[in-house]
């Protein structure tokens, strides 16, 4: 019970002896009347909290994109970076040559090191360059967002809630 329920009910109360007691007779309908505009209240209270829940989950959504959109643009930084080294041909690998006390010698190669780029492995760097550069060059992603319409209530939600309290009301009163 609210506080206006109990208002209205002192002041029935209160008018019973200048009624010849009929206002006593609206305890019912008082009681129905203050449900349905607490249950009302509560409603509204409810869908400001859901209102809110669905706009925080939209921020951190946005800030979800813009975190894995900043990721992307450095994995595509550096994929540019990776091309345009492959791209350039590289560097075959050559022992550095050391002077010692005998003159100069080559140290060993042992089979391994730096090569330089084949020209399938130039061609898919300028590939992968210009589709990168591209991606960069097309900015952040759209962001996220959540249709304003769905955040209100439609007509037929509307009057389903007032029939519903109506109705409750009409059976409170009657019972």
Known sequence: MGLWTNIAKIGAVG???FTGGASLALMPAIDAAGNMLSEGAQASASNRGSQIDALTDQERLRMGARTEDRAN???LWRQMQQAAYVGSGGQDYAAPTIVGRTGLKSLPQFGFGPRGSTDAEMRGAAGLSSEALGRLEGGPR???S????LMKGSIWEKIAGFAGAGLSAYANARS
């Open 146 to 149: 959540i249709d304003p319409k």
């Open 73 to 75: 643009r450095g994995d």
């Open 142 to 144: 759209e962001e996220f």
């Open 15 to 17: 008018a019973a002896p």
